[in-house]
């Protein structure tokens, strides 16, 4: 089974200049998240999806972050315009909803993209 | 902000039991204790998670105490690739946003 897919690796730019991130989450999956970890600490939820949903958002930086998953599948994050302190690795996760029964399924995550701004 | 306290790192001998605590002194009646882990450069991992019952699956083991104030995941032969943060995380089913809270952690080294 193919796992989170992310891209880039690895992004340095310049302050004030913008970035996007793609996310390719596991087939089958309607849940998708964006985590933001600066180095040091845990991940911390930027936003959720459920298909092409927002379900929470209510922890991304609204001004200058922004999320899409126009066809429920593949999601892109974008910061425009970038700070010093965006600097951190962006996780991308997925999993499959909660049941009926109120079961929380784990959270798969991808290998995430490093941003450097400078 | 996390509902779990961790002590910030600890060792472990390769080939013992790694036996890693967690306090959630605040847990709630409907809120199970969930354990990720994150190796270096990696996205964080998956473990195991429990209501009140201890488990055990092929990666590890959680004992939950009675009172359900804290667990301790167990890792029963350590190796070197364990070494990675380990994250003891508490959440609620069902509502929808399901967002792991991340603390920390605890830094599991495994000493060869």
């Known amino acids: 089974e193919a796992g989170v897919a992310q891209s880039p690796r690895y992004k340095i730019i310049e302050k004030r200049q913008s970035v996007a991130f793609w996310c390719n989450p596991i087939?089958?999956?309607?849940?998708l998240y964006w985590y933001q970890q600066i180095l040091g600490q845990g991940p911390k939820l930027l936003i959720q999806?459920?298909?092409?949903?927002?379900?929470?958002d209510s922890q991304l930086p609204k001004d200058r972050f922004s999320a899409e998953r126009l066809k429920g599948v593949d999601s892109t994050l974008k910061i425009q315009p970038a700070k010093l302190e965006d600097s951190a690795v962006y996780l991308c996760?997925?999993?499959?909803?909660?049941?009926?029964?109120?079961?929380?399924?784990?959270?798969?995550f991808g290998p995430g993209t490093r941003l450097t701004v400078l | 902000d996390a509902k779990t306290t961790q002590p910030p790192s600890m060792d472990c001998a390769e080939g013992r039991a790694a036996n890693l605590p967690c306090n959630h002194s605040?847990?709630?009646?409907?809120?199970?204790v969930y354990w990720y882990r994150q190796i270096h450069s990696q996205g964080p991992q998956y473990i195991i998670h429990?209501?009140?019952n201890n488990e055990t699956n092929e990666m590890a083991s959680l004992i939950i105490t009675e009172d359900r104030k804290s667990s301790t995941l167990i890792l029963p032969h350590a190796t070197l690739r364990d070494t990675a943060v380990y994250y003891c995380?508490?959440?609620?089913?069902?509502?929808?946003?399901?967002?792991?809270?991340f603390g920390k952690g605890t830094h599991l080294i495994i000493q060869p």
């Open positions: 996760a997925s999993s499959l909803p909660p049941s009926r029964g109120g079961y929380e399924h784990e959270q798969f």
């Open positions: 087939s089958g999956h309607a849940t």
């Open positions: 999806f459920q298909n092409n949903g927002v379900v929470d």
């Open positions: 605040t847990i709630s009646g409907n809120e199970y």
């Open positions: 429990g209501l009140k």
């Open positions: 995380i508490v959440r609620a089913p069902g509502g929808g946003a399901d967002g792991l809270t």
